[in-house]
């Protein structure tokens, strides 16, 4: 029953913490970094869609560092309309891994697919990406200056928020072609010796002993208190029930029936037998069996 005892909080606890860490990861698995990285306007010899046409388009990138969906969420030329045009949900396309690219042609053809908007760039003065609440705005660009034709206007860096013209278009791929340091180089020049990474690696593990042993304690307790609070009106009930209230009547007539049981329902008995021989004088000739077995004349 210890055993027992000792086990279930400790599932709990483990049930509560794969419970926690999955929330973090859903959230983290959200829309919150998707952002407008390239559009061109004026498409004349640029990319062509799956239709062998040229079109304007919109490039969508995933700026998080964990994968996320555009499914779900609208795009919009008009503020005034967030919801314009919806993005379908449950098709592989929409999925994008970390820094994974979209490209949306603005055609106003939304029958050809679900990358074909149902407006098109002509006199826009706004681009927009709603989540799927169609409430909450992720990122907007304002399409100033003249758009001369296959010449991009696109994002500079992920960091900021500033935009440029640009002839070398990039659809499907970082705006900034230059070497960049790898994540492992920045770290290696932020931390030559290694000791930020043995820090964080430390509060991290120790971190998360803390939250599993404060889990456990608070679970464990909450358990003993609902056993407490079981246990206590059963014991009250058969306290009640083992110590009845019988009125003097009672007890006098069971102490009678008592009595008469003990003393009255048997006679006094003797145990003694005594076997007497009868002494009788009997004599064949005289017997009537004789006489009877004759025939009478």
């Not at 200056?145 to 440029?164: F, Q």
């Not at 029936?257 to 003393?263: D, E, F, I, P, T």
Request: glycine letters at 8%; aromatic letters at 10%.
């Amino acid at each position: 029953m210890n055993m027992q005892n000792k086990i279930t909080p400790l599932l709990s606890g483990i049930i509560f913490f794969l419970l926690f860490t999955s929330g973090f990861s859903g959230l983290a698995q959200g829309t919150s970094g998707l952002r407008i990285n390239e559009i061109l306007v004026n498409n004349v010899s640029n990319y062509e869609d799956d239709y062998g046409e040229r079109s304007p388009w919109i490039e969508i990138i995933n700026a998080s560092h964990s994968n996320a969906n555009i499914g779900g969420c609208y795009l919009t030329n008009d503020l005034n309309d967030p919801k314009k045009y919806w993005i379908p949900v449950g098709t592989a396309g929409t999925a994008m891994p970390p820094e994974g690219y979209v490209i949306f042609f603005a055609d106003n053809r939304p029958t050809r697919g679900i990358f074909h908007l149902n407006f098109d760039l002509r006199g826009s003065k706004v681009i927009a990406l709603y989540d799927a609440s169609g409430k909450t705005l992720l990122d907007k660009v304002e399409l100033t200056g003249i758009h001369k034709p296959d010449t991009a206007y696109a994002r500079v860096s992920l960091e900021g928020n500033e935009w440029k013209f640009t002839t070398h278009t990039t659809p499907g791929s970082d705006n900034d072609y230059s070497r960049k340091l790898t994540a492992g180089e920045e770290f290696v020049a932020i931390d030559p010796y290694g000791v930020g990474m043995t820090a964080i690696s430390m509060t991290v593990v120790f971190s998360a002993l803390v939250i599993l042993f404060v889990a456990f304690t608070i679970i464990f307790r909450l358990m003993n208190r609902k056993k407490t609070e079981k246990v206590k009106p059963d014991v009250a009930v058969t306290l009640v029930k083992e110590v009845p209230v019988i009125s003097g009547e009672v007890n006098a007539a069971i102490a009678m029936a008592l009595y008469l049981y003990r003393n009255e329902t048997h006679d006094l008995e003797n145990t003694v037998l005594t076997v007497k021989k009868v002494a009788r004088t009997y004599s064949p000739w005289s017997s009537k069996i004789y006489t009877l077995r004759k025939t009478p004349r």
